[in-house]
């Protein structure tokens, strides 16, 4: 989901990139997906419900790593744990790096175009981006489906 801030930048990333968020640290851009509706909207409305804009992609990319099965997180070292960290009392109260900045700190850096994890709002999955482009010259091909263009207008 766009907050409305965003719907007319629907492939910017930018609104993680103001203060980070769990898989992005601030300054990062990041898309932040999720792979069903449900999903999307439990997401969204986790701090409070407020007004949104549900927006479909189509996205393409074998650089994608799949942290939604335990043992594929076990081989990259990442205990279940960090799936839920805490990140906002780890960031903002204790001032340290939040787990999931450093987990993708290592997966940017080995050219990984996004991650696939469980929901921290539901049962759900989200897909978050920190490469992606219209056409895929630099990370996952990313295309917003808005046939009538309502959302940049």
């Known amino acids: 989901m766009l907050a409305v801030r965003w719907q007319r930048e629907p492939m910017s990333g930018a609104g993680a990139a103001l203060n980070g968020a769990r898989w992005n640290r ?7 997906l999720s792979v069903d509706h449900g999903t999307a909207i439990a ?11 549900l927006a479909a992609y189509d996205i393409r990319s074998e650089r994608i790593v799949d942290l939604t099965d335990a043992g594929r997180r076990a081989s990259f070292g990442i205990p279940d744990a960090v799936l839920f960290a805490p990140r906002k009392t780890i960031v903002e109260i204790e001032h340290r790096d939040a787990p999931g900045w450093i987990i993708a700190d290592r997966l940017i850096a080995g050219e990984a175009d996004g991650i696939l994890v469980p929901s921290a709002a539901c049962a759900g999955v989200n897909l978050v981006l920190w490469r992606w482009s219209a056409d895929g010259g ?12 309502d959302l940049r207008r």
């Open 138 to 149: 630099d990370g996952a091909a990313v295309r917003l489906i808005d046939p009538d263009g």
């Open 26 to 32: 601030r300054g990062v851009p990041a898309l932040y």
């Open 43 to 53: 997401e969204f409305h986790q701090a409070l419900l407020r007004p949104g804009t």
